[in-house]
Nanobody, 119 residues
Framework: QVRLVESGGGLVQTGDSLRLSCQAS????????MAWFRQAPGKEREFVAG????????KYADFVEGRFTISKDVRKNTMYLQMTSLKPEDTAVYSC????????????WGQGTQVTVSS
């Protein structure tokens, strides 16, 4: 398994921006499919955005509506989620996940970072 550590969460106001980071402890980071998920209190965990082995292979949940951008820096073994125009409904614990080559599910998860958007 891959050790994943998120950072960058915090308390912001509606309309603000945040950049989340996910540091991965794996030598073959470039070969992993990575994603961000979130879970709000009392709700199921939901997919936010994913990035494939290619930097251009990205996918977003419908609720993102062009506000978030996922990216990765393979030299730093780090994935990012740039979030803009934040809304109170974006409040959740954001976790990153990794899918190893040859696997069809995300098997490594970080502890998560809290994002709170006040109205």
């Amino acid at each position: 398994q891959v050790r994943l550590v998120e950072s960058g969460g915090g308390l912001v106001q509606t309309g603000d921006s945040l950049r989340l980071s996910c540091q991965a402890s794996v030598l073959t980071f470039a070969s992993y499919v990575m994603a961000w998920f979130r879970q709000a209190p009392g709700k199921e965990r939901e997919f936010v955005a994913g990035i494939g082995r290619s930097h251009t292979a990205t996918k977003y949940a419908d609720f993102v509506e062009g506000r978030f951008t996922i990216s990765k820096d393979v030299r730093k073994n780090t994935m990012y989620l740039q979030m803009t125009s934040l809304k109170p409904e974006d409040t959740a614990v954001y976790s990153c996940a990794a899918q190893a080559p040859g696997q069809s599910t995300f098997t490594s998860w970080g502890q998560g970072t809290q994002v709170t958007v006040s109205s």
